[in-house]
């Protein structure tokens, strides 16, 4: 099974979790960042993005974001009122922003599973990925999908400056350079590299198949709600595997009845 590959490359000392990543920010500004070759205002506007997003993940941990308030979020960052909204429109916007920061580490943990294993194998490892951030933190996928629920259109993602990457993922070898993406993003570019290496083949498009990886993304952590998240990794894996090996019985049948074709053919 495809699960049993990707955990078999054993890569789990090299994945940097962006609930970890931040409760190290947090304690390493508590002191003094440097070292970076920031200049300080880019410091300063890193430092207070990455607080807030910081305090928010936090407070998200015991209540849901709508009952928290942005009172709540400055105390526990440091900063005004009035400078949080100088930084997010909103509270949501701040999740959006994690959104956002998460797909730097998930984007070079997918190229170091590829290098080792297959692309399908870097497919795998967004869900897994995401399994283990919603075991750290169980409320932030369902807040997460509120927000794309209730929002009117696709929420817009800020930009993220070298400060913000260097800050957050301190060590992290092509963080700064490594282009953010959406979910959407991810998954289409990976699809279109597993088709272009003879992965996987398939007669439906590509935003098909998106569309459904997408389902599984945000509908696996609902269906299981009930049984705990601590489910929500096996049951990824398990409907991942059931997708793959349907689209590669697809390739399969595709390849027999051309071959069956050629058969006749030239009877």
Not at 131 to 139: D, G, H, I, K, L
Not at 188 to 200: D, R, Y
């Amino acid at each position: 099974m495809l699960y049993i590959l990707y955990m078999n490359m054993k890569l789990d000392d090299n994945i940097v979790l962006l609930g970890d990543a931040l409760t190290r920010f947090t304690s390493a500004h508590e002191g003094e960042v440097t070292g970076l070759g920031l200049s300080l205002r880019e410091k300063k506007f890193a430092c207070v993005r990455l607080a807030i997003l910081s305090a928010v993940l936090r407070l998200t941990k015991e209540r849901s974001l709508a009952d928290i308030s942005v009172r709540e979020i400055c105390e526990l960052a440091q900063v005004a009122p009035a400078t949080f909204f100088n930084y997010f429109p909103s509270k949501e916007d701040v999740l959006v922003y994690y959104m956002r920061l998460w797909s730097i580490p998930i984007t070079l943990q997918c190229r170091a599973v590829a290098v080792q294993g297959t692309v399908l194998d870097a497919i795998a490892a967004v869900f897994d990925y995401t399994a283990r951030e919603t075991e750290q933190n169980p409320r932030l996928m369902f807040e997460i999908i509120a927000i794309i629920a209730h929002a009117k259109e696709p929420p817009q993602p800020p930009s993220l400056s070298r400060a913000e990457r260097l800050l957050a993922f301190p060590g992290l070898p092509g963080a700064e350079d490594v282009e953010p993406q959406s979910i959407d993003e991810l998954f289409t570019a990976l699809l279109q590299q597993a088709v272009h290496t003879g992965a996987l083949s398939f007669s439906v498009s590509i935003e098909t198949v998106v569309l459904l990886l997408k389902t599984m993304f945000y509908g696996v952590p609902l269906a299981t709600r009930r049984e705990g998240v601590h489910t929500v990794r096996h049951a990824y894996h398990e409907v991942l595997d059931v997708l793959l090996a349907g689209l590669k019985q697809e390739e399969k049948n595709k390849a027999h009845e051309e071959e069956t074709e050629q058969r006749t053919g030239t009877a």
